[in-house]
Each structure stands twice: as structure tokens, then as C-alpha cells.
């Protein structure tokens, strides 16, 4: 084995200067994985629609410092809105090492009455087609100066839904399923595969973040109708935390993950593998 070289955390978790693009990153997911990435001394561009949204989050991450965030209104639910935000980039940066692709939505409906163009069109659109576009439109510039010792990161927002077959549930009305979402997150894996195969040799590492249950606009329904008890379910107690997404996205987005790439990595604090439990009632 070569020499071990520098191996502390100053050096293999350091983002400071790297410049980084969050997609919905006003609210939720993507504020907290932004949030980190400024603390650590990065410039985040945050893009999302909402600009009141968006202002108040620059306002507040720059406030706290010490890494820099500016925002872009952006719609990415087409190609023509993710060539916009890819060309605003263009604009204001000749290098970016960091993209997260965390823009997602979802749909609610009965199973017997599910829209076509809100239910799927929309949501395939915003979670799957968004994160290949803005990812081949920004290769480029992940690419530039990028090497096997410090490539490019790209981070694609995924979730629990994807390996879970349940589409009706405490997150959504009863009698409402939300039908295509879980289906447009495991495409997100599948892309991320695809993704990490093609990229490797550009020096762009490329890999998922699949969160469970975390406090956001998308969980609000549950959260507000069940309370305290949403969280019984939790092996762990809990929600997942703003410092739960801030450690894996730290470690994704930094060199300590410079030979990790084409990972699906579950944040739920074991919820995907325990309710997989066959004899529940032995549970300690």
C-alpha cells in the first residue's frame, strides 16, 4: 500500500471553495445538504421556482456563513427549463464540482382515477428527465480540471420509496396513493448507475442519496395528521435530522468519497430493512 498521506478530516471532507449547484435547494433536503456545504466554506448556487423561497434561504445561510450562496429561479420540469439553469451557470462559473440533483415532486390520487399528465408526465419529468439533463448539460464543467485524486461530485436525491413497494400510506389522504412516485425514484437509481458507468473515466463520481423520513414539504401531510406518532415506526425514534443529510452529502461531495461511485446509499436510520422484519413481535 502507498503512503497514507493526509487523513484527517480537515483535509478529506474539505469542500472549502468548491462550487456547487443545489436544485430545490430553498426548502427541505436540499436546504439542509446546501446548508452544509456553506458552512464548510462553499459557494452554493440554490435553484428552485419559488423566489420568495429561494431569497429567504440565501439570505439566511449567508447570514450564517462562512461559504458564500446566491440563488436562480428555475423550472425544471423540461429540457428547455434545465438548458435555462445550465446556461445561467455557463454565465457566472467556467468550473463547478458539485451537483445536486435534488429538484423532486410527487402526486397524489386514487389508484382508479390517477392523472396522466400531473400523476406521471410531471413527476417522470422533474425527478428522472431533470437530473439526466442537468447532468449532461454541466459534464463539462464537472469535468474540467477534475482527477482521479479530486473529481467532480454529482449527487442525485433519490429515496426510500424506491425499494419499497407501498404506495398508499400515512404521507398521503386516504384513498390517495402516491403512484408514481416510488417508480420515478428507482429510475432515479437506475440512472445513477448509468450515470456512474459513463462518467468514471471523466472524474466525476456519481452516486444517490436515498432519504427516508425527514421532515419537508413533501412529508407535511403526515407529519400534521399523525404528530409525535409518525415517528413511532422509526427503528430509530426519529425523523431523520438536517445533520443526518449534512454528513453523508459532506462525505459525497468531498474527496473522502474520491473512489465511491455508482453508490445507493439508504439515510431512514434502518426503516427500509426493518420493516422487512418477519417475526416483529421478537423484536428487542
Known sequence: MSELGDLSISSLFNVKGKIALVTGGGTGIGKAIAASLAANGAKVYIAARKESLLKETTTELNSRGPGKVEYIVANLGSKAGCDALIAEIKKREHKLHILVNNSGITWGAPYDDFPEA??????????????????????????????????????????????????????????????????????????????????????????????????????????????????????????GLPQDLAGIALFLSSSASAHVTGAHIILDGGRALDSQSISPATRL
Do not use: C
Open 118 to 239: 400531473k400523476g406521471w408526465d410531471n413527476v417522470m419529468a422533474v425527478n428522472v428527465k431533470s437530473i439526466f439533463y442537468m447532468t449532461s448539460g454541466l459534464t463539462e464543467l464537472l469535468a474540467k480540471d477534475s482527477n482521479a485524486l479530486d473529481p467532480a461530485h454529482v449527487i442525485n436525491i433519490s429515496s426510500t420509496s424506491s425499494v419499497s413497494g407501498f404506495a398508499e400510506g400515512s404521507l398521503s389522504a386516504g384513498g390517495s396513493g402516491t403512484w408514481s412516485y416510488g417508480i420515478s425514484k428507482a429510475a432515479v437509481n437506475h440512472l445513477t448507475t448509468t450515470l456512474a458507468v459513463k462518467l468514471s473515466k471523466r472524474k466525476i463520481m456519481v452516486n444517490a442519496i436515498l432519504p427516508g423520513l425527514f421532515p419537508t414539504r413533501m412529508t407535511a401531510y403526515g407529519f400534521k395528521t399523525l404528530g409525535d406518532n409518525i415517528s413511532r415506526g422509526q427503528p430509530t425514534g426519529r425523523a
